[in-house]
Every structure is written in C-alpha cells, then in structure tokens.
C-alpha cells in the first residue's frame, strides 16, 4: 500500500472505528444540556455532570486528533502539525484518563458493575495515563521508536469502547441483557484484544522494514 493510500484509509478506518466513544459522548452532552428524564442509569451523571462532560470531550478530541497520527506521509509533510497536535492529544489523553478513573472510583454503581469490572477499569484508566507519559518521555530524551511504541498502547487503551461495542453486541443479541460477570469479561476481553493488536503493529515494522527504515525515521524526527 503506497503512502497516500495509507495517509487515506488509515485514519478513515480509525475514525470509523471511533464513532462508539465519540457518538456515546455527543449523545451524553445532549441527554445532559437537553433535560432528560432523570433515571436510575443516568442519575448519577446529573448529580455530578462535570466528570462525564469533561470525559467526553477530551476523549472525543483524543479520538478524532489520534486517527491523524497514524498517517505516515501526512506526518512528513506537517510535522509542525504532528507536533502541536500530539501534545493536544497527550493532554486530553491524560485528562480523559484521569476523569475515567474518577468515575469509576467515586460515581455510585450501576447494577451491572461489581467489583471485578471497577478493578478492571482502574488497571485499564491508570494504565492508558501511564502509557501517554511514558510516550511523552520517550520523545523529549528523542527516543522514536519507544514514543511511536507507548502512544500506540495509549492509543489502544483509549479505543477501549470501540471494541467492547464489538465484544459486546453479540452477546447482548445472542444472550440478552449482560449480567455483571459476563460484562465485566467482555470489556476486559476488549481492552486485551485492543493491546494484542498494538502490539503486532508495534513489532511489525522491525520484522518488515529493516534497522534502515527506522534510522530513516530517527533522522526524519530530528
């Protein structure tokens, strides 16, 4: 696949597969600013909007910002751009991550979520914050490859209501409504298949391109 393509379909497949996480935060604001009714599964976010309301945007920003970052030729041709963009997108990572765990360490508990699925989201939120400064850090000392490798990971993370849509709309069609023991392993089930994947597109390149190709792409960043 040539560069231009990849610059093209890369972010438009990424931007697809972001339409979960954005489309739930855009619904999120409306049932919020639009005066829904008040019920047992969205009353915890009308007693305490601001958690939730900086949730969604940031994550929404990091969705939409990080589909960008993947595209190879787009980031030669404007690494100002990849520049500025990137610490846009490490910020609202952070903060995206950080009101993620808020949630989930201090709203009241749904019915369907035990302890086993609140663990899960404190490993999974602490880890995507980590990641991003570790990416962080690995550019400032100009570290390439170990920023290329972190901010993937983060990336993957972050992607985490993508895929349990996937996960867990089969289930839900197949079985009916989840109970908290099958929603708790088909989210981590997710978040696992998420970081299977980034790390075969991590590794993938020192198998195909060579040592050539990444000294290529340290002086490229320079």
């Not at 950080?98 to 939120?125: C, E, I, N, Q």
Request: glycine fraction near 10%; charged fraction near 15%.
């Amino acid at each position: 696949m040539t560069s231009t393509k990849r610059d093209v379909l890369i972010p438009a497949a990424i931007l697809l597969f972001s339409v979960v996480p954005v489309l739930g935060g855009v619904l999120r604001l409306a049932e919020l600013g639009g005066g829904a009714e008040i019920t047992p599964d969205n009353a915890r976010f009308f007693a305490s909007p601001v958690p939730v309301v900086v949730h969604a945007i940031t994550v929404s920003v990091y969705c939409l910002l990080g589909a960008f970052q993947f595209a190879p030729g787009f980031r030669r041709r404007r690494r100002g751009w990849h520049r500025v963009s990137g610490r846009v997108l490490v910020l609202c990572g952070l903060i995206g991550a950080l009101s993620g765990l808020w949630m989930t360490a201090f709203y009241p508990k749904p019915d369907d979520v035990g302890a086993f699925l609140t663990g899960t989201r404190l490993v999974f939120g602490t880890a995507w914050a980590v990641f991003l400064v570790l990416g962080l850090a690995a550019v400032l000392r100009r570290d390439i490859s170990g920023h290329r490798a972190w901010m993937i990971r983060g990336f993957a993370v972050g992607l985490g209501a993508s895929t349990q849509a996937v996960t867990m709309g089969p289930w839900i069609a197949l079985a009916g409504p989840l109970d908290r023991h099958s929603k708790a392993v088909l989210m981590l089930a997710a978040w696992l298949v998420n970081l299977a994947v980034a790390e075969w597109i991590i590794r993938r390149p020192a198998r195909t391109a060579g040592p050539l190709r990444a000294r290529l792409a340290v002086g490229e960043n320079r």
